[in-house]
């Protein structure tokens, strides 16, 4: 029994949380997938052709149902920031771990492992606002990998004349791209851009990866990235 | 110009031809072609706007019936300019408007409440809804009628004049909806630990909204027993479901605590003292 790493599975059994998954192979090209929670099995898969098998770090959204693409960070200890002022913060970002099956570069998922009991919220009110995944994180002032969470890095830039108190981020998972250390159990997002309009209201932008030496995730169909980036509106509070 | 050039007194049975004002006929030729030429660039244009906002069949008979109506302004515009006494016509167009109005008052209700619904948009296809007390899920609104389809799987349709009349209730037009119940539990029971019971079922379900907050509270000590009404948000697409699954774990979880939920119960008081006579077989 062994601990997962990102990347690429050899066959055998694994243990990811409260689960432990098996990799056998049947003969020749198939090979089976079993996920167990205790001795029950919950999922069971029989895969043919492949060309390798992968632990990928997704984006929380998929379990125990697609039912939004955004995740709402409430911050642990909230951000005061004085006006005209810039900072940044390290902040978790929850994940769950799938297995890809890739043949020719074409992958499907086979199984998405949720990590942590899921939690949904409202951001806004019911006709106008959203459905979000919600999440509770501590804050870091540096680089902290933690098992089970990407890092994402978060710079805060107070556009107003007054201070302002951060207690949320708002971010929308197509936009965001996951990225892993291979063979590693490091996951990390790329920088994310908070400009704070007023009190309550801010836009969240998309920048580039703040470490080297990660890949970046293959989007699940349900996740692909826009050709545009767009900035995602906070407008019912920060 | 009159043509009497043209003709001599060879032309007999052609008479009529002398009196004809040509210069007004090519005019109302004219008139015709162009407006009929006009009418059908409007006829597209407003498809091609439509279509952009609209579904099909209501942009094409929405640019038919504005096509047909300018058509008519047309042919009255050339008998105008033909000099020609519409008064008939009119006297007649009205007897027949009349009769058309009062034949086609359903049709003509429902096509214009269609075009009145999707302009307001109250529902759109694939809403759970409920209208004049019928509940299923809009699969088709055409310019007449709405179809839906029953949660019992039975195809539904209402005319769009009901549908724009009767009271719609949309709950697909929110994200978040709420689910509201009452939990009574027995006097005897350990009020404390069922609302605890409760409050852990209710918070670790993943669709029971974090904001806003649950409400868990006492609301009243009936007759029967004490009554915990619980308030929560879900997403709307999940309301059905959590609301099955809340009730169903709460009622398990409730079970196993060994928490009474009580039947109703009354305290009988009789005026007189009871007798129970007792007959041996």
Sequence with gaps: ?238 | MQLHFIFNETTLGFEWLYHIDWIRVLIALAVFFTGIFISLLIRRIIYRVSIKIMPKDISSTLSKVIYYVLVIIVVISTFGVLGVDLTGFIIAGGVLGIILGFALQSVTSNFVSGLFLFWERPLKIGDLVEIDGQIGRVVDISIMSTKIVGLDGVLIRIPNEKVFQAIINNPSKTIARRIDFVVGISYRSDAEKAYNVIRDIVLKHPFVLVYPEPEIFVEELGDSSVNIRVRVWVPTSEWYNVRKELLWKIKKALDQAGIEIPYPQHDLWFRNPLEIRLKKS
Aim: aromatic share 14%; proline share 7%; net charge neutral.
């Design chain 1, 1 to 238: 029994m062994q601990s997962f790493r990102y990347g690429e599975v050899e066959f055998g059994e694994y243990v990811i949380d409260g689960y432990r998954v098996l990799f056998r192979k049947v003969d020749g090209d198939r090979i089976l997938y079993r996920r167990f929670s205790g001795e029950k099995v919950v999922l069971e898969r029989i895969v043919f052709g492949y060309e390798k098998i992968m632990f990928i770090p997704v984006y929380p959204v998929l379990t125990p149902k697609h039912v939004t693409s955004y995740l709402l960070l409430e911050f642990k200890t909230p951000v005061h920031i004085a006006p005209g002022s810039i900072t940044y913060v390290y902040v978790e970002i929850p994940i769950d771990i799938a297995i890809y099956v890739y043949r020719d570069k074409v992958f499907t998922v086979l199984d998405v492992i949720p990590l942590m009991e899921p939690k949904y919220t409202l951001y806004g009110d019911p006709f106008n606002g959203l459905i979000a995944r919600y999440y509770s994180t501590s804050i870091y002032y540096e680089i902290t990998p933690i098992r089970g969470r990407a890092l994402a890095k978060l710079t805060l830039r107070n556009r107003t004349n007054e201070w302002v108190v951060v207690t949320k981020l708002l971010a929308d998972m197509n936009s965001l791209k996951i990225f892993y250390k291979p063979r590693t159990i490091e996951a990390y997002t790329q920088e994310l851009l908070m400009i704070i309009d007023s009190p309550s209201t801010a836009s969240v932008g998309y920048g580039d990866p703040f470490i080297s030496d990660i890949v970046p995730i293959d989007d699940p169909p349900e996740l692909r990235q826009p050709r545009i980036m767009l900035k995602t509106d906070m407008l019912w509070g920060i």
